[in-house]
């Protein structure tokens, strides 16, 4: 079964470990490097625990945590979405069984209205999930340098 748990502040260490994992696997797409502690910097953590137009969720399969979903409404192209997939996360050995398209229908679900979803283009399963994910909602896309921005609406009345 899987579930979406949204994510308490007592459970911000867990979080916190999967997104260095999650930002050490960009590395090789952004380049980015970790700092002087050996921990990728993410300003904006604390924030999904103050903000209410952020959303911090585990992704659970069978009851065990499978990776995580950040969410909240700022747009990369100028836009004014309902909902922006800031980051999502799959544990490694969760990956290439049909989890991530299944998470990512169930936020679609109990998420509906404008989204948007940014990723980087040579990060080929990033491209595959949603590209899968978003075409029964036939995106618009957009060049952001070296990312992709899928823009779309998910009507309740639509869901799949």
Known sequence: MLTLTPISPANRPQLWAL????????????????????????????????????????LEADEETAGFALINRFSAIGEAPDHAMAEFFLLPERRRKGLGLAFARELFRQHPGSWE????????????????????????????????????????????
């Open 19 to 58: 997104l260095q994992q999650y930002l050490g696997e960009l590395a090789r797409y952004y380049h980015d490097r970790p700092d002087e502690t050996g921990e990728y910097p993410y300003p904006w953590l604390d924030s999904y625990f103050s903000d209410p137009e952020r959303a911090a969720l585990f």
């Open 117 to 160: 979803i940014k990723y980087h283009r040579g990060n080929p399963a990033a491209r595959g999930l949603w590209g899968k994910a978003t075409a029964p909602y036939s995106p618009k896309s957009a060049a952001l340098g070296e990312e992709t921005v899928l823009s779309f609406t998910v009507n309740k009345e639509v869901l799949l």
